[in-house]
């Protein structure tokens, strides 16, 4: 099939098949996500970041951990040669901190997303479906959750599980997750009473089968909208507890703790507190300008 | 509700707030129990033995099953949830093992401190975010709107430690426009005698200016900071709603009878985006004390924030519990006075209520 008619394939307006007509919207979606040229800088910024996580090994010249001549190659500034981003105090190349330190962002971002969204989706359209005092329990609990700040709440967590990576992501998973059972509750109230689902009651279907096959699908897309444009918050809540000494411990090349390492030489070494800073900037600008992409795309309410 | 009976008009509206209020009011006090249960379990799970620290671990078993007993350990859980709750009601928060002190005594010291730059950066964030805001919205799609949105984007990304270091580094190191971290020289620490905890006002009504300079240049570099934060949230805002006046007839009819645009922006628009504003500046001051936290350790600012991480560091719960439930009621009392605002300035959410 040559491009042509493959493009014409997809947006035709009498699709064969299912499997044509979600192709041919998808393919759609794309198109007018392409157009937003700040929208495909986040995509560009957030592949990259999958990718330098991925081939960490591979790009990193140095080892993250150990470092190299205590004597001759402590402080060398950015642009030295061979560490274009200059070493720190116990002489480690900061890019290849900065290049290992990207496997732990994007474990933060993804654990937290996979923990938190199916809480929220199961919380929220259990909420909305059953109504009732479920509806009242459930929200009343969302609401005590989301009467914290995030930060704070998080810290309390974290100080009550011990500091750590794992925890921190804990932490901020529970954290996370009631502002999606709200959205999960709003979208179900809107649907409950459609005759599809009615339909599905009536042939008996149960209540887990319609939640988990009916409620839940629809919910998806508003949900995952808002878990993208959370996740820069998220980076820079992990980032927070690491560099208050909460989050990753030393010597990982967490970005908030490397700061917080290197804050004590912010004066004469500015690079090794200011470079890991900007890394953290990039990749929240990065999520954030893809979330504002994928909501205009995918959300024509919000748009404004 | 029983006051739903529709007829009523003009008549029912003031019964309506009230039973609103008292809805609101209900829901806070449950919110309020929900805080106390959320901490008082985070409490039960640290793996800190508050008997221990009390006694030190040289103490004798029978010393330890003494304490074990007075501090209520040997009793069932609701039990001592419900002796928590009696002590949190009375304002007791239990002693600090780092400092020795009350919790409420050592935060009555450094609240103020946190208080005083969360004030002068939402009003920063306010003076600045408005006009912008409103500047964006009538410039819609045009290079200021850009501007503003660039901004608010590197807001809502940046870090806002790093952006502090960043700060400190530039204007305190290199360029020596603004003293360094902490809240006052210790050359005028003794000059300001204390009455408010707020150093600006303390000092301005004692008319010591050269202290008032000092603590202003110590100020200013944070509370920008925090207030540039603000700032990003609120010009978005009212950017937002200020579109939505803007495409309004009553606009239309005021342009047809001639009245001049800006009064048209700043008068009739914006009287009535001021409404929803309120709400989110309310919002705004009470998620600066979020931001406090990581600025007052970069600027080894005396307050809240840093007396939290203080604790945290040194694993002093009955502290960390403490901050936290007062920061938690902070931002519960905030969104209360923003929802009884709202109730009480916009005529249709009155109505409807």
């Known amino acids: 099939m040559s491009a042509l008619s493959r493009r014409e394939w997809l947006l035709s307006d009498q699709p064969g098949s299912r499997r044509q007509a979600r192709l041919g919207q998808a393919y759609r979606t794309w198109l007018s996500f392409r157009s937003n040229w700040l929208a495909m800088v986040g995509l560009a910024i957030v ?7 991925l081939f960490a090994d591979v790009i990193a010249p140095y080892d993250p951990v150990i470092g190299g001549d205590l004597r001759t190659e402590r402080f060398l500034p950015p642009l030295s040669e061979g560490h274009i981003f200059g070493t720190d105090d116990l002489a480690r190349d900061i890019f290849s901190r900065i290049v290992h330190g990207s496997r732990l962002t994007l474990m933060v971002v993804v654990l ?5 969204t199916p809480i929220g989706l199961l919380v929220g359209t259990t909420a909305g479906y059953f109504g009732g005092w479920v509806d009242t329990v459930l929200m009343r609990l969302t609401d005590i959750f989301l ?97 208050l000494g909460l989050g990753a411990q030393p010597p990982q090349p967490e970005w908030g703790a490397m700061i917080a390492a290197g804050r004590r030489f912010l004066i004469d070494q500015w690079w090794v507190a200011t470079v890991p800073g900007t890394a953290i900037f990039i990749v929240s600008l990065g999520f954030n300008l893809l979330g504002d992409g994928l909501r205009d795309v995918l959300d024509p309410k919000a748009r404004k | 509700m029983s006051d739903d009976t529709d007829g009523g008009g003009r008549g029912g509206a003031l019964p309506r707030v009230l039973w609103k209020i008292a809805r609101l009011l209900a829901t806070v006090a449950l919110t309020f129990l929900g805080l106390l249960v959320v901490t008082f379990l985070i409490g039960r799970v640290v793996p800190v033995d508050p008997v221990l620290a009390v006694v030190g671990d040289r103490a004798p078993k029978s010393v330890y099953d003494r304490v074990f007993v007075e501090l209520g350990l040997d009793r069932p859980l609701y039990e001592q949830f419900w002796i928590y709750l009696q002590k949190v009601l009375s304002g007791d928060f239990g002693q600090s093992f ?86 006052v020289d210790i050359a005028f620490e003794y000059s300001i005698t204390p009455r408010t905890g707020l150093l600006l006002l303390d000092s301005a009504m004692q008319g010591e200016w ?123 009392g905030l969104n209360l006075l923003s929802d009884l605002l709202y109730t009480l300035l916009d005529p249709r959410v009155r109505r409807q209520a």
């Open chain 2, 210 to 332: 050269a202290a008032f300079r000092n603590v202003f240049s110590h100020i200013i570099l944070p509370a920008s900071l925090l207030g540039y934060f603000s700032m990003a949230y609120i010009s978005r805002m009212t950017r937002s709603f200020m579109l939505n006046e803007l495409a309004q007839e009553y606009v239309t009819t005021a342009r047809v009878k001639g009245v001049p645009e800006w009064r048209i922006i700043w008068v009739h628009a914006l009287r009535n985006a001021a409404v929803p504003l309120v709400t989110v500046i309310a919002l705004s001051y009470a998620s600066l004390l979020e931001g406090s936290v990581l600025t007052e350790t970069v600027f080894a600012w005396p307050g809240l924030g840093q007396y939290l991480t203080n604790s945290l560091q040194n694993a002093d719960m009955n502290a960390v519990l403490g901050s936290t439930l007062l920061i938690g009621a902070i931002f519960v």
């Open chain 1, 147 to 243: 009467a914290f700040p995030r930060l704070i709440l998080a810290l309390a967590f974290v100080a009550a599980l011990g500091p750590g990576i794992e925890n921190a992501i804990i932490a901020i998973a529970i954290t996370s997750w009631p502002p999606y059972a709200r959205l999960a509750r709003a979208e179900t109230l809107t649907i409950r009473d459609s005759d599809y689902i009615n339909a599905a009651r009536l042939q008996g279907a149960s209540s887990a089968r319609i939640l988990w096959g009916h409620v839940t699908p629809l919910c998806l897309s508003s949900v995952v909208i808002r878990v993208t444009l959370d996740m820069a918050g998220i980076i820079l809540t992990a980032a927070g507890l690491g560099f």
């Open chain 1, 112 to 116: 937290v997303a996979v923990i938190a």
């Open chain 1, 47 to 53: 592949l990259a970041l999958v990718v330098v996580a």
């Open chain 2, 98 to 183: 780092l400092t020795k002190r009350a919790i409420t005594e050592d935060i009555a010291r450094v609240f103020p401190a946190t208080l005083e730059l969360a004030t002068v950066a939402i009003l920063i964030g306010t003076v600045a975010g408005i006009p912008m805001g409103v500047w964006a919205a009538v410039r819609q799609g045009r290079l200021a709107d850009q501007v503003v949105r660039v901004l608010g984007l590197v807001g809502y990304s940046a870090p806002i430690f790093w952006l502090g270091l960043l700060g400190l580094l530039v204007f305190y190191a290199r360029l020596h426009w603004v003293a360094g971290p902490g809240r």
